[in-house]
């Protein structure tokens, strides 16, 4: 009986601690950037903003060109998504679904791809972005935020493809439908969880890129937000407060869209994966 | 380069002579030809991508890596062919053998404390009933779903100096060494903290994704073990963990090259310093290429970088491998 | 067929980066009537080394005198190097960029600076020897000098009133006592003295009569094992230890005058344009703030002090050369070389207009020092043992944090050595 107790308590009780520590840390950067300066550099921590002000977050984006930066970085970011969504749409729908030569090539080939260390090429990709007179545009970061996100999207995608029922495909297509409008009609329906829980890596990864922007961009203009967070060290030194709104700022987008997309995405997941 | 040489044998080409037999009508056989070039038609984005923008960069820096490359000649646009000169005096010297050992050490580390604590964060998931689960679903999201330059800030600021709250709470706790130390000091405590901050990040990935496939597994097979009268860790081990088997290595194998690339990280936070004592290979490619402005010497370091990322890995896609030969 | 595609690529590229280099040269238009209607210049200066209106009347009165625009961009001096590098090698540089002047030679070599050899002889003829001595590179003019300043000591008045402190102090010793009696009396932090203020450690090593490097043959190799450096770094870690400034740092990160701006620090040692940025932080400091030379071991000498310097160089790629020469010639003329020497108490780069230092109080408390000061060695390979991280701050550090300083000149050597010696 006493035994049984405890067998319940203790999940409950490991889950809130464990909730604790993956929250604390996001909690702290609200409440830091929300405190009066007064407030975070206290002797004892103040654990609630009681004060609340919005001084720390008028600091953060009065910089300069701000609007500007969150411009490009949405560009850059929901664009590169995009493109990689739809080019591995097409390839994880071929790897899943066909039969051909040099299909465990294929495979190999991306999981390699997905290997590439970015940050050790990056002079290699300045050199070629500057010889093609391509240097201060979103162009190039956007093509390449693209690869980057490429081949795990296509892999990720393949597994999702493959756990939609091929009988449902046939089905379809003994209904008379095509392959195209079975794919269009049955399959792709099936795969919007599929298709959220993946752009959502690609969303972290091109939003968080600031190595090879910082050596591709030195113009204001096509400059994206990671540089503006990344600056902030040295241009406002120990004012933790309006670091702390910036790096809020920066991460509310995600932050919302992963809460969003992630139920969604899981449950669609688990749905699926139980049907099949 | 190893990406383009794994390239698979052009397809398009090959196919297209095979269409061109057919000439005329379009006989079945003809038509299931032409369906043999549609998977392949469906992959060219992908490969034409890779090629231009993976590849090229890759070749690029195989180049580099065979350059005497400076701020002169990289300021002038001069090409100084060195021959292997840059892979000579990497390899000969101390400090590339010592940030290899340093980062495969740091990647063991952190991927085993990752994967064991996902899974078993994954494992506590089902076990949680459903309101508990949906509360600590979303302290997981939220951790995983923090910007890396955002989350190694904020570190920045738990683990400060002054006005840290991690100091004044181990100062509070009876720790009062604690309360002015500084976290960057030494080799260990910033191991310490990028590791915290490392594992943070990636458990929730491994955990969510592993309690999804736990609820994929046939509540039968559970029975089936009940039956033979397993108790519940017989039962653990003879159903969930081989059904786990295949989640379990692919995750192992993404979070060795994201922990092994943890270069975001390393660097925000400490430069990898102290004393150059917490650099890793990308930290270090980029420290002695970008930062030292000797950027011949780096493209040889990244070149070897990426052939110990391949070797750590080689293990899992031989695994890969044999599977799709099996699946296929 | 993918081979044939690579090739294709690979030409386009190469047709572009032709094209680029073909951009180069020409369309420099000689000033006509019109003079330079619709051009604009860019011109990279550092983060806090000119104030903001000296900029914008600069930039009215070019565009009166040649119809062109100015925009001056503002660069921290973190990664500068790496930055300026990439941007030299680029298409269209920055026309005209501060750089410091231990790092002008190395940029010298690299064939980035525009040749200014007759800019200097126009305007360059009463240019003080001494400060100009890091822009001439084999002979050649690759810079001209902008502004120099040394070090001072920058303390809140209010602080060493509380304390009871009625005199600045006139040597090391008076200098220590008076700091200790701050920290007795007050709650304040005597001085704030990161670990890797290492320009101050230069300046104590010059002091010493030491040197940071030295030549072997024709090599220059690490001389930090040298007794003099170590009198110099125990100089520098008995004052560190009355701060509590973490051992690591720098002065930048954070910014010491924005520290110095919340009131509760006795004193610290930088530029005097630095009580600009603690009065930005918080207006209410300034009238607190007072400036003091560095005192020295003796009441008759100031302590050493690295003289630190801007050039203003004209990136050799720029496609507005005689533009640039002429955005030269008017910030660097008496009016508004004297007015920046006015206004941020820095030394001029010729003797006629030292008279705007009279009444400038950081000005006076750092001349004294000026003529005991020095500078890194003015050769090309210094550059490299500026990045970080550089092998000086690891020294710094190594010895706060309870090396000796012949242990921790051993534990860099290697490193300050290679760097000497990397290729260029």
């Known amino acids: ?21 993956c929250v604390f840390p996001v909690y702290w950067m609200f409440a830091t950037a929300f405190k009066p300066t007064g407030d975070i550099i206290a002797e004892n921590p103040v654990w609630i903003p009681v004060d609340v002000t919005f001084e720390h977050f008028r600091t953060a984006t009065e910089v300069e ?170 241009q406002f030194g120990d004012d933790w407060g309006a670091t702390m709104a910036a790096s809020s700022l920066f991460a509310v987008p995600i932050l919302i869209l992963f809460v969003f997309l992630q139920r969604r995405a899981v449950s669609g997941l688990t749905a699926g994966a139980v049907k099949g | 380069m190893t990406v383009q040489t794994e390239r698979p044998p052009s397809g398009p080409v090959d196919v297209r002579k ?10 079945p056989r003809a038509a299931s030809r032409a369906g043999a070039l549609v998977p392949y038609l469906l992959l060219l984005p992908a490969c034409v991508a890779t090629v231009l923008l993976l590849g090229w960069p890759l070749l690029k820096d195989v180049l580099l890596s065979f350059q005497n490359l400076n701020m002169a000649q990289l300021i002038q646009h001069v090409t100084e062919w060195n021959g292997i000169d840059n892979y000579k005096e990497v390899l000969t010297g101390e400090d590339f053998w010592r940030v290899t050992l340093r980062s495969i050490l740091f990647t063991a580390v952190n991927v085993a404390l990752t994967m064991v604590l996902g899974a078993l964060v994954g494992l ?29 800030t904020v570190y920045q600021w738990l683990f400060a100096q002054r006005f840290g709250v991690v100091n004044w709470t181990l100062d509070k706790l009876g720790w009062h060494s604690m309360a002015d130390y500084s976290w960057t000091s030494s080799q260990m405590s910033t191991f310490f903290v990028v590791t915290v901050l490392i594992v943070w990040m990636s458990v929730p990935f491994v955990a969510i994704n592993l309690y999804a496939a736990t609820t994929t597994i046939p509540s039968e097979l559970y029975e089936a073990a009940a039956l033979d ?40 936070f400490n430069q990898g310093g102290p004393d150059r004592l917490t650099e890793i290979l990308p930290v270090y490619a980029y420290i002695e290429g970008v930062g030292n402005q000797h950027y011949g010497m780096g493209a040889a370091i990244a070149v070897l970088t990426i052939l110990i990322l391949l070797g750590l890995t080689a293990y899992y896609l031989r695994i890969v491998l044999k599977q799709e030969e099996d699946e296929l | ?33 019109d003079g330079w209607a619709g051009e604009t210049l860019t011109v990279w200066v550092m983060d806090g080394s000119s104030p903001d209106q000296w900029q914008k009347d600069l930039a009215a009165e070019f565009e009166k005198k040649t119809k062109a625009k100015v ?5 921290q001096w973190n990664g500068i190097q790496q930055k300026l590098t990439t941007a030299l090698s680029e298409e269209n540089p920055p026309d005209v960029f501060e750089i410091g002047n231990t790092q002008t030679p190395a940029y010298a070599k690299t064939g980035g600076l525009a040749d200014l050899g007759d800019l200097k002889k126009e305007i360059g003829a009463d240019w003080t020897e001494s400060l100009n001595e890091s822009s001439v590179y084999e002979g050649k003019q690759y810079a001209a000098p902008w502004y120099f300043a040394n070090r001072v000591v920058l303390y809140n008045k209010k602080i060493w009133a509380d304390a009871g402190i009625k005199e600045t102090p006139k040597t090391r010793d008076e200098f220590y006592k008076a700091l200790k009696t701050i920290g007795e009396k007050t709650d304040a932090e005597p001085i704030y003295l990161p670990g890797q203020n290492w320009y101050h450690f230069v300046g104590l090593v010059i002091g010493e009569g030491g040197e940071l490097v030295k030549k072997e043959g024709d090599k220059y190799v690490s001389n930090l094992d040298d007794p003099k450096v170590a009198a110099a770094m125990e100089t520098y870690k008995k004052f560190q230890a009355l701060s509590k400034a973490p051992k690591d740092k720098d002065e930048a990160t954070p910014q010491q005058g924005e520290v110095f701006a919340k009131g509760k620090t006795g004193a610290f040692i930088g530029m005097g344009w630095e009580a600009g940025i603690a009065t930005k932080a918080n207006p209410k400091i300034e009238k607190e703030i007072g400036y003091f030379t560095i005192p020295g071991a003796t009441a008759d000498k100031p ?80 550059a490299a043992v500026e990045n970080e991280p550089n092998p000086v701050k690891t020294y710094m550090t190594a010895v706060l944090n309870g090396k000796s300083p012949a242990e921790a000149a051993k534990q860099v050597e290697d490193e300050f050595n290679k760097r000497l010696a990397q290729q260029q």
């Open chain 2, 124 to 152: 506590l998931l089902a076990r949680l009933g459903r309101r508990m689960r949906f509360t600590l679903m979303m302290g997981l999201v939220l951790a995983w779903a923090m910007p890396v330059v955002a989350a190694t």
């Open chain 3, 71 to 75: 925009k001056f961009e503002v660069q």
């Open chain 2, 18 to 27: 095979t269409d061109d037999e057919g000439p005329g009508r379009p006989t």
């Open chain 3, 1 to 33: 067929m993918k081979r044939k595609l690579i090739a294709a690529i690979g030409i386009a590229g190469m047709m572009v980066s032709i094209a680029a280099c073909g951009g180069d040269s020409g369309d420099d238009k000689k000033a006509g009537a």
């Open chain 1, 1 to 21: 009986m006493k035994r049984s107790l405890f067998g319940r308590l203790w999940p409950n009780v490991t889950a809130v601690v464990l909730f604790i520590g």
């Open chain 2, 229 to 268: 009268g397993a108790g519940s860790w017989r039962s653990f081990t003879t159903v969930t963990l081989p059904f786990l088997r295949p989640f379990l290595y692919a995750t192992t194998f993404l979070e060795i090259i994201w922990i092994f690339k943890a270069f975001v990280q390393v660097y925000t």
């Open chain 3, 303 to 382: 302590e050493g002090v690295f003289l630190g310097g801007s050039n203003l160089a004209v990136a050799a790629g720029s496609k507005k050369q005689e533009l640039a020469k002429e955005f030269l010639k008017l910030a660097l003329s008496d009016k508004f070389e004297g007015r920046l020497a006015k206004l941020n108490g820095v030394i001029p780069n010729k003797e006629s207009l030292q008279s705007n230092l009279e009444g400038n109080a950081p000005a006076e408390a750092a001349a004294p020092a000026a003529a005991v000061g020095g500078t890194t060695p003015l050769i090309p390979e210094w």
């Open chain 1, 65 to 234: 060109h701000f609007w500007t930066y969150v411009t490009n970085s949405l560009t850059v970011t929901v664009l590169a998504v995009a493109f990689s969504l739809i080019i591995a749409l097409a390839g994880s729908f071929a790897l899943a679904r066909m039969r051909f030569k040099g299909r465990r090539g294929f495979i190999i080939g991306f999981m390699l791809a997905q290997m590439a260390p970015w940050e050790v090429m990056i002079i290699a990709m300045y050199m070629i972005v500057r010889d093609a007179s391509m240097l201060n545009s979103l162009v190039p970061l956007t093509l390449f935020y693209t690869m980057m996100i490429l081949p795990f999207t296509i892999l990720t995608l393949r597994g999702f493809v493959a756990a939609v029922p091929k009988e449902l495909e046939e089905s379809a297509m003994v209904d008379g439908c095509t392959r195209v409008q079975a794919f269009r009609r049955i399959i792709l329906p099936l795969l919007a969880p599929g298709l959220m829980s993946t752009s959502l890596f690609g969303f972290i990864t091109a939003w968080n890129e600031f190595a090879l922007v910082l050596v591709l961009n030195k113009e204001a203009e096509a400059k994206t937000l990671p540089l503006w967070l990344s600056s902030f060290q040295t």
